[in-house]
């Protein structure tokens, strides 16, 4: 379908794993089946249909709004949802995460999003192969599922980057680290401001007594609960390992930078007492020793050659060196 409509499926009936046209929408009956809408609501044609589907203020703000939080809200004999997927549209930041608002009963389902959720073209695709969900509840766990495996698969490869950070750490190749570790702590901190309260929406929708799940349902749904859980202790963890990486890499880059000090000082010592003798010796007036005698360069230059030798075995005595 086009103007805001994305998909207009059938879920369950004779009609299963079809999509249905606007005039059929218009007449269409809940004993015909089950049915899912998901619309583009920054369209014009969505936000008006939206409007005028019956809905209370409540869920169409909610359905409309820009910018949401996760969360899970008994919406009457409906749920009204707000969830966050990764975005892994082409061009974008994974952790830039798109939100999808779903308002759904035992009749319809209606969810908008702003830009393409790769999790719900898989649903999609599911039905009109004729596998997807034909339920409610088991469509709400289809969805909380493929985000949450989204989820997963970006936080591995998160930790597989940090490995090889940790790695290049390790072997000394610390050139322009400072800025792949910023980049993952950036996007460890973006990421997990969505994932607690996408963790407290799945807690809810369990706990809540909802007859939109039965016993299967819901106890797939406490498994996802518990998988979001475990990415999300997983991600504080990623966030600790790139703490301590950058934290080893700073201490890094200080040693470098103390040694080339130290060794610089070192030199300065050396030749602070030779630029004495030489600046003393170099004034331009009468009285300098042995201006007259041929051999007093080659004494002076023995002399700073002993000097240098010398401070060389006191550095080494007082283990300076």
Known sequence: MHDGFIYSLVLSGPLAGTSLT?????????????????????HKKARHWILNSGLHKVETDALLAQDTRPRAVIAGDGILLALRGVNLNPDSAPEDMVAIRIYADKQRIISTSDRQL????????????GTGPTTTGDFIVAICENLTNRKVEFIDSLEDQLGQVEEQ???????????????????TVAIRRYLA???????????????????????????????????????????????????ELLSQQSEQLN??????????????????????????IGGIPGADNPWAFATFCGILFSLIALQMALFYRFKWL
């Open 22 to 42: 606007l005039e059929q929408l218009e007449t269409w009956e809940p004993q015909q089946g089950l049915i899912w809408l998901h619309l583009r609501y920054r």
């Open 118 to 129: 790769h999790s719900v073209k898989d649903v999609a695709e599911q039905i009109m192969a």
């Open 169 to 187: 750490v390790v072997s000394g190749n610390v050139k322009d680290l400072r800025t792949d570790i910023a980049e993952l702590r950036r996007q």
């Open 197 to 247: 309260p996408q963790k407290e929406a799945y807690s809810k929708m369990v706990s809540d007594q909802l007859n939109l799940f039965n016993d299967h349902e819901r106890l797939k749904l406490r498994e996802i609960n518990d998988k979001l859980i475990r990415t999300i202790e997983d991600l504080d963890a990623l966030r600790d390992r790139a703490n301590v990486t950058q934290e």
């Open 259 to 284: 040694k080339r000090l130290y060794f610089l000082s070192l030199v300065s010592v050396v030749f602070l007492p030779l630029t004495f003798l030489t600046g003393l010796l170099g004034v331009n």
